[in-house]
């Protein structure tokens, strides 16, 4: 089946694109290095999309880094 990602949900789980687009592509390039997926999802699906309902469920949170 195919899963939607809800992109309001996502973006109110996270609060600014920026933050999204760089959180979204840091899960993505995990998920391609081999780290355990956090959510039940097709194996086919692809990592970004993955990346985005992990983040959707908040199963993966933006920690801004301190200076």
């Known amino acids: ?37 956090l959510i039940e999802a097709a194996p086919n699906t692809k990592v970004t999309t993955i990346a985005l309902l992990e983040i959707e469920e908040g199963r993966v949170t933006y920690k801004a880094k301190k200076a």
């Open 1 to 37: 089946s195919m899963q939607n990602v809800e992109i309001e949900n996502v973006f109110a789980k996270v609060g600014s694109i920026f933050k999204l687009v760089v959180l979204a592509a840091l899960r993505a390039s995990e998920l391609t290095n081999g780290a355990p997926r």
